[in-house]
């Protein structure tokens, strides 16, 4: 049974700081990894999408990387802004189905 | 503009009263899910339909109950909820399910009283 652990649970850094994200996960076997935002009370929201046959993805300011061999992503936000706050989730998708981590909870400090 | 909708976003039922939510998508998107997540936790699959198969996970309780009468629309139909049903439930489709990305709605935030 595919399991996926991220950590930090929670995060807190000044507003300009770089940071990184992870997420690690037990079955390789995978056909893709995908970043979501999710703010409180709310659905959600695509932010990057890895397929296993590729390394990363970059979108502005958000850079994810997949190491499918050692089981492991993560999502790196540069020049963080108060309004990155909001808890992150990594999902892996096999078999239509993506099994989720239970998300980092960021919180960008003015 | 939205792509996966969800109706009501939030929902007041009381102990025991059926309940349905609605999701319809603009996508055309072969796969919907239904995921519930409680708070701080990460969302868990209820079901899938690809296409008009239907697919269940085996740990979602009998309670709840899944209809997909067109590609546009899912129904999540609660039949008796219990508190513990209190959830954010949410919807999500993809193209073709593996490989694909997902899209997902606002979630409704279902209250049980």
């Known amino acids: 049974k595919q399991e996926v652990t991220q950590i930090p649970a929670a995060l807190s850094v000044p507003e300009g700081e770089n940071l990184v994200l992870n997420c690690s996960f037990t079955d390789s076997a995978i056909y893709n990894l995908q970043w979501f935002r999710q703010d409180p009370g709310k659905g959600l929201t695509s932010l990057l999408l890895i397929q296993s046959s590729q390394r990363e993805q970059t979108s502005g300011r958000l850079n994810a990387s997949l190491d499918k061999s050692s089981g492991r992503s993560t999502l790196y936000i540069a020049a963080s802004q108060p309004g990155d706050s909001a808890t992150y989730l990594c999902?892996?998708?096999?078999?239509?189905?993506?099994?989720f981590g239970d998300g980092t909870t960021l919180t960008v400090k003015p | 503009d939205a792509m996966v909708i969800q109706n009501p976003r939030y929902q007041v039922t009381q102990f025991g009263k059926p309940v349905t939510l609605s999701c319809s998508q603009t996508l055309n998107h072969n796969v919907m899910y239904w995921y519930q997540q409680k708070s701080s936790q990460a969302p868990k699959l209820l079901f899938h339909?690809?296409?008009?198969?239907?697919?269940n996970e085996a740990d979602t309780p009998d309670n709840f109950q899944s209809r997909r009468p067109n590609t546009s629309f899912c129904f999540l139909d609660i039949r008796s909820p219990g508190l513990g049903d209190a959830a954010m439930y949410l919807c999500a489709t993809s193209r073709q399910g593996w490989g694909t990305e997902a899209f997902f709605g606002q979630g409704t935030r279902l209250t049980v009283v």
């Open positions: 999902a892996v998708q096999k078999a239509g189905k993506s099994t």
């Open positions: 339909y690809y296409d008009k198969d239907f697919n």
